[in-house]
C-alpha cells in the first residue's frame, strides 16, 4: 500500500519546477511577492511546495513557514494565528534585545491593525468608504498599538533586521478546502505584508476553488461595486491584485505517468537506500532512449543484489506485470499522482480479496475495470445493473461496441446515448483488454463494497413482479432487454407473472418502442418458459395491431417460437401480415422453406 501524504521525494520530475521558483522567491527585484503553485485536486501541488521549502533548509538567511489554512479555519481569529504563526517562526532559535521584545509585543496586539487590514481591503475593492468599521479599527486600542499599516510595516522590518534574516517566506496550503469567508481573511492577512519587500507568500490551491470562493464571499457587496473590468470578472481581478505569479503545474505526459507508477510499484521492492538511488536516477529513466520500461530494467542490472528485499528475479516480474496497466492508467486516470496511488491501494486490495475467496481474475481486466468504475461512475453502475446473471456479460458493453463499429444513431436507450456521449469513454473502452466478452461476474463481486445496487433477496416478490415490469415497459431498449432476461432466469411462477402484466400492458401503451419492447420481453421469456403462451396468445389476439412494420417484424419470431411448442398461430399470423407487406413476405419464405424440408426428409 501507498501512503496518500506529501512527499519530498520526487518521482514526478518536479525538481526542474522547484529549481526555477526557488529562484523566484527571492529574487530581490521581484520583492514582495505572492506566488500561486495552483493545480486540480491530487495534481501534487503540497509535495512541490515540501520540496520547495527544503530548498532553503540550509540557508540561514531565509526563513520558511508552513501554514496549512484548512487547519487554522477552526480559529475565530484566522488572521491573529496566521500573523503570530509567522513571528513565531522568525524569532525561534533567535535572542532578542528589550527594543525588540517590545516591537515584538505590539506586533502580537497589533488587532487593531488586523482590523484595519480587513477593512481598507474591502474599501480598495468595493471603493465604499465604512466610517463605522474605520472607528471601531481603534475605539479600543492603547496607544502602543501599531496605528497605521506603515507602522506594522516598519516594526516588522526591523524585527527581521534584528534577526538577521534576508527573506521569510510563508507556504500556506489547502487554501481551497476553506470557506469563503475565511479564504478572503487569509488573502486581506497577506496583504499586510505586501509592502515588506523581505516577505513571500507561496499559496497552494485550485485556482477555480479560489475564484468561486471570492466570489461567494463578495456576493452581496457586487450590487455595489463599479470596477468595469469587463469580462474578466471580480474574482479574477482580485487574484490578480494579490498573485503575482501564478504557475500551474503542468499536466503529466506519458512517459511521467509510466516512470511514477513504476517507481510506487518498485519503493516496496526495494531497500530504503536503492529507493533513493532510484530517485535520483528517476530523470535517466524517463529519457531513456527506447522507453522508460527499458530504463527500469537498465536500472535493475545496475543494483547489487543486496537492494531487493524480494529478490531481483521477482522485482522484475512485479515490474512487467506493471508494463500493461501504464496506458490504461494514463488515459483513465489522466495521470493524476493521488489518484493513481489511491488506484493502486485498491487494485492490491481488490487482489487480495479475490484470492481469499479464490475467485479467478485477469490483472488486466481487473486494472480495466478499476478505472471504469473509479472514472466513470455512472456508466460502471449502469453496466453492472444490466450485467447477465447467467454468463456474466453486458448488453450495454456489447452495444458500445456495435455503436463504434457502425456509428448508428441512439434513438431507443437512453443509456446507451448517454455513454456515446461521455468525453473519452469510448476511446477508453476500445483499448485492449476488451470488456464486452467478459464474465464481469467475479470482477462485480470485488466492487459490491463500493456499489449501491437494489439486492433483489431483500425485496417481496411482488414488488419484484412489478419492478421488472416497470423496466421492461420503459423506453431504454438495454434496460428492457436486461430485466427480460433476469425475468426468463426465475422460476415458472413469476417469470409467468411478468408475461401476464406484459402481456395485458399491450392495448394500454401507446408508444411504438415500448410496444416493440414489451413483444422481445415476452419473446425472451418464452425461450425458458413455454408456459406463458396461452396467455400472450390471448392478449395478441385482443390486441389491436398497429399499423408498424417494426412492430409486425418483433411480433413473427414470438410467433414462431409459440408454433415451435406446439401452440396454434395462424390466425395470428393472418392478423399482423395485413398491417406488414414485409411480414406476409417473411411468412410465405418461411413456409416454403419448411416444404423443402419436409420434401427432402421424404
Excluded at 501541488?45 to 538567511?61: A, G, I, Q, V
Excluded at 533567535?94 to 488587532?111: C, P
Excluded at 464571499?217 to 487574484?239: E, I, P, V
Amino acid at each position: 500500500m501507498w501512503s496518500d501524504q506529501e512527499t519530498t521525494q520526487d518521482c514526478l520530475g518536479f525538481e526542474a519546477y522547484v529549481d526555477s521558483l526557488a529562484t523566484v522567491c527571492v529574487a530581490p527585484n521581484i520583492a514582495p511577492l505572492t506566488l500561486g503553485v495552483f493545480g486540480s485536486w491530487g495534481s501534487g501541488k503540497t509535495s512541490l511546495m515540501k520540496m520547495l521549502e527544503l530548498r532553503f533548509e540550509s540557508n540561514t538567511r531565509v526563513k520558511t513557514v508552513w501554514a496549512n489554512a484548512w487547519r487554522y479555519e477552526g480559529k475565530e481569529e484566522m488572521q491573529s494565528a496566521l500573523v503570530h504563526a509567522i513571528l513565531a517562526s522568525v524569532i525561534k532559535d533567535k535572542t532578542l534585545s528589550d527594543e525588540f521584545k517590545e516591537i515584538l509585543k505590539r506586533l502580537k496586539r497589533g488587532t487593531s491593525v488586523l482590523k484595519l487590514g480587513k477593512f481598507l481591503g474591502k474599501t480598495l475593492l468595493t471603493m465604499t468608504p465604512d466610517i463605522n468599521s474605520l472607528i471601531d479599527c481603534f475605539e479600543k486600542e492603547s496607544g502602543e498599538l501599531a496605528k497605521t499599516m506603515a507602522q506594522f510595516e516598519q516594526d516588522f522590518e526591523a524585527l527581521l533586521k534584528e534577526t538577521d534574516l534576508d527573506r521569510v517566506v510563508v507556504f500556506i496550503d489547502d487554501l481551497d478546502r476553506c470557506q469563503s469567508d475565511k479564504v478572503v481573511e487569509t488573502f486581506e492577512t497577506i496583504k499586510l505584508f505586501l509592502g515588506i519587500p523581505e516577505c513571500t507568500f507561496v499559496i497552494g490551491a485550485d485556482p477555480a476553488k479560489i475564484e468561486h470562493a471570492i466570489e461567494d464571499h463578495y456576493k452581496l457587496d457586487k450590487k455595489d461595486m463599479d470596477l468595469n473590468l469587463g469580462d474578466r470578472g471580480f474574482a479574477d481581478d482580485y487574484m490578480e491584485k494579490i498573485v503575482q505569479v501564478p504557475f500551474r503545474i503542468p499536466e503529466q505526459t506519458f512517459p511521467n505517468i509510466a516512470c511514477y507508477v513504476g517507481m510506487l510499484v518498485l519503493q516496496n521492492e526495494l531497500t530504503d537506500e536503492a529507493w533513493l538511488s532510484l530517485v535520483e536516477s528517476r530523470n535517466l529513466i524517463v529519457s531513456h532512449s527506447t522507453g522508460v520500461d527499458a530504463g527500469f530494467f537498465d536500472w535493475l542490472r545496475e543494483q547489487p543484489r543486496a537492494s531487493f528485499l524480494n529478490g531481483v528475479r521477482e522485482t522484475r516480474k512485479v515490474l512487467r506485470r506493471t508494463q500493461p496497466f501504464i496506458s490504461i492508467l494514463a488515459h483513465g486516470l489522466r495521470g493524476n499522482p493521488r489518484q493513481i496511488k489511491r488506484f493502486l491501494n485498491i487494485l492490491n486490495l481488490r487482489k487480495l480479496l479475490a484470492e481469499s475467496n479464490k475467485l479467478e481474475v485477469v490483472e488486466e481486466v481487473l486494472v480495466k475495470i478499476l478505472v471504469l468504475e473509479y472514472t466513470w461512475r455512472e456508466f460502471f453502475t449502469d453496466v453492472a445493473s444490466n450485467c447477465g446473471a447467467d454468463d456474466g456479460r453486458s448488453e450495454l458493453l456489447n452495444e458500445c461496441k456495435r455503436w463504434r463499429k457502425e456509428k448508428f444513431e441512439v434513438l431507443d436507450s437512453p443509456i446507451l446515448a448517454k455513454a456515446v456521449e461521455s468525453p473519452g469513454l469510448q476511446e477508453f473502452l476500445a483499448q485492449k483488454p476488451y470488456l464486452d466478452t467478459v464474465d464481469l461476474r467475479p470482477y462485480l463481486f470485488l466492487a459490491q463494497t463500493a456499489l449501491q445496487l437494489p439486492s433483489p433477496t431483500l425485496i417481496p416478490p411482488d414488488e419484484t413482479v412489478l419492478g421488472l415490469v416497470e423496466t421492461i415497459t420503459q423506453e431504454d431498449r438495454i434496460r428492457s432487454r436486461a430485466s427480460a432476461r433476469e425475468t426468463a432466469r426465475m422460476d415458472s411462477s413469476m417469470a409467468a407473472a411478468v408475461a401476464r402484466l406484459l402481456a395485458s400492458k399491450l392495448n394500454n401503451v401507446t408508444s411504438p418502442v415500448i410496444q416493440v419492447n414489451i413483444v422481445n420481453a415476452l419473446r425472451t421469456i418464452g425461450e425458458k418458459h413455454a408456459s406463458i403462451f396461452p396467455d400472450t396468445i390471448n392478449s395478441l389476439h385482443d390486441f389491436d395491431a398497429p399499423r408498424s412494420q417494426a412492430f409486425a417484424l418483433v411480433v413473427l419470431p414470438l410467433l414462431d417460437l409459440a408454433e415451435e411448442n406446439n401452440f396454434n398461430v395462424k390466425d395470428l399470423r393472418h392478423k399482423f401480415e395485413k398491417v406488414s407487406k414485409l411480414a406476409a413476405a417473411l411468412t410465405n419464405r418461411k413456409e416454403r422453406s419448411n416444404r423443402v424440408k419436409q420434401s427432402e426428409t421424404t
